[in-house]
């Protein structure tokens, strides 16, 4: 039996499908709660999605040592148009629903009518509550940073030390709706915003994630 499998968590505003690729670890490997990693919740960041999409095929060859969610693509109609927001022109980085979470808007951001009254933002929360998920990993572009909320300090430091990326605690300004402000802040998770480089130029930036990445998943090289 394989321990890999692609199934379909969720639809995009536009009826695309939302695709999740499951590991499951090996049966020697310690009971761990399972992670998810995503990227592409905005849609003009697709290295975000490269950089899901090629640790995924890594773990066909050797499966992760915990259960493991990839969704490389969350925002997939942002990605397809090229734009931050999804085909509701909604910020779905803005539309968690956070205590903080409200209709004002800063320019530039915009939450929703209603909290989490997105469909891309639907299907990540419910496989989130579905698989009891306690270590989140959001991919974002292009800072060359290590962010963390809640319970995620020891392992931002722990990716740091591999990618030799900045740690950083907050982004600087309150993000009501934020991902972050949700899992983390609020429900006390292991939450990592990871920023990575454009990898046009060189295989740097994949080099430097990738062991960051890996080591979020318990497959140290
Ligand atoms: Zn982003």
Redesign the pocket.
């Known amino acids: 039996m394989s321990h890999r499998r692609e199934l379909v968590i969720g639809q995009t505003v536009l009826g695309r499908p939302i695709e999740a690729v499951h590991f499951t670890p090996p049966s020697y490997a310690k009971p761990r709660p399972p992670a998810i990693l995503f990227g592409g ?2 849609g003009d ?1 697709p290295v975000s999605q490269l950089m899901l999409e090629r640790l995924a095929d890594e773990l066909i060859e050797r499966p992760p040592g915990r259960d493991t969610w990839i969704i490389p693509a969350v925002n997939v109609d942002g990605l397809l148009a090229g734009t931050r927001n999804n085909a509701n022109d909604v910020d779905l ?1 803005r539309n968690f629903a956070s205590r903080s979470w409200g209709t004002q808007r800063r320019p530039g951001y915009n939450p929703g009518d209603a909290a989490e009254d997105q469909p891309e933002t639907q299907a990540l929360s419910n496989l989130i509550e579905q698989v009891g998920a306690q270590r989140l990993i959001a991919v ?2 292009t800072y060359r940073m290590v962010n963390w909320d809640g319970a995620g300090e020891q392992l931002a430091k722990e990716m740091a030390e591999r990618c030799g990326y900045p740690v950083e605690h907050d982004m600087g300004y309150p993000c009501p709706g934020s991902f972050g402000t949700k899992y983390g802040v609020e429900r006390g998770l292991e939450v990592i915003t990871l920023e990575s480089p454009y990898l046009l130029a060189d295989e740097r930036g994949w080099d430097e994630c990738r062991t960051a990445l890996r080591w979020c998943v318990d497959l140290p090289d």
């Open positions: 919740i905005h960041e980085n974002h572009a």
